[in-house]
């Protein structure tokens, strides 16, 4: 998809597709309540280190999550600036449909005056 003014360095597809699966939602979700390591973020889950580590893979890769070095912790951040992108995009396809939507129940309410 090609990038619009608002979304310039997202990748929505990648990012929708990374948000489309309950695990990484889930991940998003713990990592709003701030940084975690991957071990912190498997504790709440009946899966391995390493499966936690491909699904925080898949949203580094599509920028949605950092990961640092301090010491020998790799703690992961929630890119927040990323979320906000397509917050931005789905908020203006909701303008977009609501204007749709407005200009439909203008032109139905103008045919049944006449």
């Given at each position: 998809m090609p990038a619009t003014p608002t979304t310039p360095s997202v990748d929505l597809d990648a990012a929708f597709a990374a948000l489309g699966d309950p695990v990484r939602r889930a991940?998003?979700?713990?990592?709003?309540?701030?940084?975690?390591?991957?071990?912190?973020?498997?504790?709440?889950?009946?899966?391995?280190?390493?499966?936690?580590?491909?699904?925080?893979?898949?949203?580094?890769?599509?920028?949605?999550?950092?990961?640092?070095?301090?010491?020998?912790?790799?703690?992961?951040?929630?890119?927040?600036?990323?979320?906000?992108?397509?917050s931005t995009w789905i908020d203006e396809q909701r303008r977009a449909w609501d204007d749709r939507l407005n200009a439909l129940e203008q032109h139905l309410s103008d045919g049944a005056a006449r």
């Open positions: 991940l998003v979700t713990q990592l709003a309540r701030g940084d975690a390591t991957v071990g912190e973020l498997a504790e709440p889950f009946d899966l391995t280190q390493q499966a936690i580590s491909h699904h925080i893979g898949v949203l580094r890769r599509c920028g949605l999550v950092e990961q640092r070095r301090e010491g020998t912790r790799r703690p992961c951040r929630l890119r927040t600036t990323q979320l906000a992108l397509l």
